[in-house]
């Protein structure tokens, strides 16, 4: 199956690939131009067919996994602020004890 680089980031479609791992071999290789391929084997010993449903699967999960590339990218500083102020007074209390 094939991706398009203006749609998915390489790094969504390999997060994607891990979770398929268990029972596929995974491989993500430039295609053509402004193209990613995908391809999926079932690993020595597993039942698991390639189906529609596993192609539909994995789409939905390089979908979910873009979408989590492309939130991080418009709220993680959100994220980082949020954090350093709920642990700012633990950051605090530490700098309050190695003083002497």
């Known amino acids: 199956m094939t991706f398009d680089r203006e749609t998915f980031a390489p ?4 997060a994607a690939g ?5 029972k596929f071999s995974v491989a993500i290789v430039p295609a053509e131009e ?16 390639i189906s529609e449903d596993l192609v ?10 873009q979408i989590r590339l492309n939130l991080e990218a418009k ?4 994220r980082d602020i949020i954090t350093e102020f709920a642990f ?13």
């Open 11 to 14: 790094e969504s479609l390999l």
């Open 18 to 22: 891990y979770r398929f791992t268990d």
């Open 34 to 49: 402004g193209r990613i391929s995908v391809s999926l084997e079932p690993k020595p010993g597993s039942a698991s067919l």
């Open 56 to 65: 539909g699967a994995f789409t939905n999960e390089a979908i979910d996994q």
């Open 75 to 78: 709220t993680g500083h959100l």
């Open 88 to 100: 700012n007074p633990l950051n605090a209390q530490l700098q309050t004890k190695k003083k002497p």
